[in-house]
């Protein structure tokens, strides 16, 4: 008996010793969302949540750099029922307390348990159930559950992405990756620091290392950045006039929503009256003279990948006063003193630190079986971006990328809640999604449109993730104003749902 085979049978070996409704992947700003709709629209299901960290949080957990804040507004990024009442841009503490506020509210902490990792999921169709193992504070653990919702996020936390860099292990200085921030903190007082990326991580560090000689940022190409103060007046004063909160939430966040949706169609439909505005407004701050070609001028149309907000303007005011400046073009090779560039210029520094963005992470990175047999994900099509053909009673969170995360985890909540009790109604133990008969000829493309939004982290994996179709059931549209319209609105009786 080989290796693997040895491993297998004492994996099976270990049975489940509880089971519940629903198993949620995930004590992150999806999965404590979840379990909120869920205990209020299913009060009946039994679930228990799996988080792999020590507490919750998950990104706002795992980070941890300097000045680490929202790059979306928390009054669409929090949740619908429960009201905003701090700056839109918030700091990682202040989301932190807001995720536990939450959970103490709605008394989620005895469903969570921490220091749980999954690495195999098991689906068994003649049990219709899910078998989930991994390693928890005690050991090997095996819990089953009829219903399995990922909210698991979608890149890896551990390990961020780093090129390959010629002579990297020739630096003698300090190298590390944003997502590696030490605990206890870096000392760069006094030191000369290097910030290699050019999106929302970036504009978070620059401001926020006051205590830094200089900050250089090498980028390889720009992004668009979006300056503005961070308040909302129409809150302001609906406040002043003594507006119920959850009043001055809800006006706010439409107000938030209609002017994201008008900013969005702007881009499409008039691409470059839009990045007019935005490289004027980069000037306003960096002065006339300023380079803003070729720091700040994008080969790509705004939105075709993420627009970085930046509030009061902090980052370009850094590098107007001289503190931060910016390096664009490639990277030759790191030295045993810095970066040299391909044009020959050598950016000097005492610290590296990479802000190049992540990995993405495929469910979780769990090896799934669908009755023994290995899934593989990205032969998979979606339905909608929240369940996958041939992959039972399961639903992944997978949020949006031009609007918060949060309204995508408020509308998945309310389908699965409605798809669960729908399936008590009808007695099914099983759901899962197929192409229907219409579907036979229609044709099956990469899960993003890469004319719509191409940010590497997706292009270099995006193999790996489900396909989509040309039909809106079979796509994740990234259209929130859409699909507040739509999801409420599906049939769950429709042929693409298959229940047994």
């Not at 890896?156 to 990297?168: C, F, I, T």
């Not at 169609?265 to 960096?286: G, H, S, T």
């Amino acid at each position: 008996m080989n290796v693997m085979t040895v491993e297998g049978a004492a994996r099976e070996a270990l049975e489940a010793t509880e089971h519940f409704d629903v198993l949620i992947v995930g004590a992150g700003i999806s999965g404590i969302g979840a379990a909120k709709h869920l205990q209020d629209q299913c009060p009946g299901k039994s679930y228990v949540i799996l988080e792999a960290f020590e507490s919750f949080g998950g990104t706002w957990w795992s980070h941890r750099y300097p000045g680490i804040r929202s790059d979306s507004d928390l009054y669409t990024f929090g949740y619908r029922f429960k009201p905003w009442v701090g700056p839109p841009i918030a700091t990682r503490d202040e989301i932190l307390k807001y995720l536990g506020e939450v959970i103490s509210e709605n008394d989620l902490a005895p469903h969570i348990r921490y220091r749980h990792r999954i690495t195999h999921a098991s689906w068994d169709s003649a049990a219709n159930r899910w078998t989930l193992r991994g390693e928890g504070p005690q050991g090997p653990f095996a819990i089953s559950a009829t219903f399995l919702w990922m909210c698991q996020g979608y890149y890896r936390h551990l390990k961020g992405y780093v090129p390959d860099w010629e002579g990297l292990e020739t630096y003698r200085g300090t190298f590390l990756h944003s997502m590696d921030w030490p605990e206890g903190g870096l000392d760069y007082a006094g030191k000369r620091v290097a910030v290699i990326g050019s999106g929302a991580t970036t504009a978070t560090i620059v401001p926020n290392m006051p205590e830094a000689a200089h900050i250089t940022v090498i980028q390889r190409s720009p992004t668009y950045f979006y300056p503005a103060p961070n308040r909302q007046d129409a809150a302001d004063t609906m406040r002043a006039l003594g507006v119920p909160e959850m009043t001055v939430h809800e006006v706010t966040r439409r107000k938030i929503l209609h002017d994201q949706h008008e900013i969005t169609e702007r881009c499409q439909e008039e691409p470059e009256q839009v990045k007019a505005e935005l490289l004027a407004a980069a000037r306003l701050f960096l002065g006339p003279d300023y380079p803003i070609d070729p720091h700040f001028t994008p080969r790509y149309r705004p939105w075709q990948q993420r627009l970085a907000y930046i509030p009061d303007g902090d980052m370009f005011l850094g590098i107007a006063s001289g503190k931060a400046s910016m390096v664009t073009g490639e990277i030759a090779r790191f030295e045993e003193t810095g970066i040299r560039m391909k044009d020959g210029t050598l950016v000097e520094a005492d610290i590296v630190i990479a802000a190049t963005g992540f990995n993405l992470c495929i469910l979780g990175d769990i090896a799934f079986e669908i009755d023994g047999k290995p899934l593989d994900f990205g032969s998979t099509v979606t339905y909608r971006g929240m369940m996958f053909t041939g992959v039972p009673n399961m639903v992944w969170i997978f949020g949006y990328f031009r609007y918060s995360w949060t309204l995508r985890v408020d509308l998945v909540a309310d389908f699965v809640c409605r798809l669960l009790n729908h399936m008590d109604a009808k007695g099914a133990k099983r759901v899962e999604v197929a192409l229907r008969p219409e579907d036979h000829n229609m044709p099956i493309l990469p899960f993003i449109d890469e004319e719509n939004f191409n940010p590497n982290y997706l292009k270099r994996d995006l193999h790996r993730l489900p396909k989509r179709g040309n039909k809106p059931e079979w796509q994740h549209n990234q259209d929130y104003p859409r699909e507040l319209r739509e999801l409420p609105a599906i049939d769950l009786d429709d042929a693409a749902f298959r229940y047994a």
